[in-house]
């Protein structure tokens, strides 16, 4: 277990959960970033005193510098703060912002050798060649956040070698079985509301779409050293199983528990121990059934493209991401409709070129071209 910590993104709602995790834990707090939020901010500089915290608004970095004068914590700001909170001295970051702005910093971590316990997907989505390449060079842990990826990797500890297939578990979000006539007139407030678990808005457009499903897909992928065809995406609408593995024997193996994100959060940080939790456990006798069925395609098309850029590779997956965040923000701001998602992502992936085996540098120019093409829809 480690015995330090830094949260980037510690007012979203995985930040928070760590940072709950991390004070059950008894885990020291090193450093906070947020986006803007600098109230809530505030209250964790307060509560976990740590040495360094950033906002990545320069505006809002200086407001909270005057909130808390009295304490002594440096504030920093932009993306230089938010590396900095990555490479304090601390044995593990917390990689909860969301987007590809996560990369960087957690590139910084890698380099120090701290544990990853990773939260930010588009991090492997847009790079992870490279970040899975930089964490074997240094020796850098990469434990995953996400309840998926938590799971295959449990289940998956001892037994890398024996792996045939991993069966990656999703509910199918609030629309599952919906035509795209019917998700035309979808809301942002009807598309937040996950039938089973509390998430961010961006995270739970990205589920209702099923875009974050395919997301997924990319990063096992990169975590677990396999290819597209290695990777059976599961239709699970309980929630309950959140994800499985097959091994060569035939062998399947599950891991299972209530659907709350503190799980896995916990495990990230504990590993390879186990402490216990206030979570609910599985009751089995109120359990009355459990269902799988396969994803439909044809009403998931942003699961389906996010399966083709895996297979394409080279900056796809980058541009793929970098338009969906884009895409997914105005949707969330009203100024564009349910289903544009999906016809301004594709539009981006076909439009910008692609390129076999690319540089960082070619990731973050794809990426910001994506986004200047959404914009400018």
């Known amino acids: 277990m480690i015995k330090s910590v830094s949260v980037l993104g510690s007012t979203g709602s995985i930040g928070r959960q760590s ?51 009295d304490l002594d914590v440096e504030i920093g700001e932009g993306l230089e703060g938010l590396r900095r909170a990555a490479t304090v001295d601390c044995e593990g970051v917390v990689t909860a912002v969301s987007g590809s702005v996560g990369l960087r910093p957690t590139l910084d971590a890698i380099a120090r050798k701290k544990r990853i316990c990773l939260a930010n997907k588009e991090t492997l989505v847009c790079a992870g060649s490279i970040v899975m390449k930089a964490a074997a060079e240094q020796g850098a842990q990469i434990v995953p956040v996400d309840s998926e990826h938590s799971a295959i990797f449990q289940c998956l ?18 629309f599952r079985g919906w035509t795209r006539e019917q998700t035309a007139s979808v809301t942002p407030e009807q598309a937040v509301k996950h039938p089973n678990w509390h998430m961010g808005a961006k995270i739970s ?43 060569i024997d035939g062998t399947v193996l599950a ?78 701001a009203g100024r564009i409709g349910y289903n544009d998602i999906y016809d301004l992502v594709a539009g981006a992936v076909e439009r910008v070129p692609n390129r076999a085996d690319p540089t960082l540098d070619d990731i973050l120019a794809a990426d910001a071209e994506a986004r200047d093409l959404v914009a400018h829809r």
């Not at 990319?218 to 309950?240: K, N, R, T």
């Not at 206030?278 to 044809?298: H, I, K, Q």
């Not at 900056?315 to 949707?331: D, G, K, Q």
Request: proline content about 6%.
């Open 19 to 69: 940072l709950a995790a991390a004070e059950r834990l008894g885990l020291r707090v090193e450093a906070l970033t947020a986006q803007r939020s600098i109230g809530l901010l505030e209250e964790q500089i307060r509560r976990f005193r740590p040495s360094f915290a950033a906002v990545y608004d320069a505006k809002a970095a200086a407001e909270l510098r005057i909130a808390v004068a």
């Open 157 to 174: 500890e001892g037994r890398r070698e024996q792996l045939r297939k991993i069966l990656l578990t999703g509910s199918g979000g609030p």
């Open 205 to 247: 457009v990205d589920s209702a779409t099923m875009m974050n499903k395919g997301l997924e897909f990319i990063e096992a992928m990169h975590l677990f050293a396999v290819g597209p065809d290695d990777i059976q995406v599961v239709v699970h609408p309980q929630s309950v199983i959140h994800s499985m593995v097959e091994l």
């Open 255 to 332: 891991q299972m528990a209530v659907p709350d994100m503190g799980l896995p959060i916990q495990y990230a940080m504990t590993w390879p121990d186990r402490a216990p939790s206030p979570y609910e456990r599985l009751d089995f006798r109120r359990m009355r059934d459990m269902t799988f069925e396969a994803p439909d395609l044809e009403k998931t098309p942003c699961l389906a493209l996010a399966m083709d850029c895996a297979r394409r590779g080279g900056l796809a997956p980058a541009v793929m991401s970098a338009a969906n965040e884009a895409a997914v923000a105005l949707f969330l």
